[in-house]
């Protein structure tokens, strides 16, 4: 298996744990402090934009391989771990997840806004 593809797969399995976090934040048992916290990771996890696209070789998986996994360990330990279990549960016999569009346009409007102080730095430097 190549290195891209362990990535791709490595995503995957991260993008699974977060889905099962999705179920933690709904969950009545959760604390009001790990509810926040995984609505904050489910919603970057589930955005149909990333913040480094996927299609840029080895940086476009570098958010879903180091970043939101240790994102993911963080609010894990704040969820209370009978919780965990049946969010897991819950995780595995959803087929489909959440997409957050709200998330994607935040990240989107966020690369608009870079785009165009760069512009406007460069029009400067002309």
């Known amino acids: 298996m190549s290195f891209f593809a362990t990535l791709k797969q490595r995503a995957r399995a991260i993008k699974a744990d977060a889905l099962a976090l999705y179920f933690a934040a709904r969950h009545s048992a959760t604390p009001w402090y790990a509810k926040l916290a995984a609505v904050l990771i489910v919603a970057y996890a589930f955005s149909p934009v990333d913040l480094i696209p996927d299609f840029i070789p080895v940086l476009g998986y570098l958010d879903e391989v180091i970043l939101l996994p240790l994102c993911i360990v963080l609010v894990l330990k704040l969820v209370p771990a009978a919780v965990m279990v049946e969010c897991r549960q819950s995780a595995a ?19 608009l806004g870079l785009a165009f102080l760069f512009g406007r730095w460069l029009y400067h430097q002309l």
Do not use: D
């Not at 016999?93 to 989107?108: D, E, F, L, T």
């Open 93 to 111: 016999q959803a087929m489909r997840k959440p997409v957050n569009w709200v998330a994607g346009a935040i990240i989107v409007a966020i690369w």
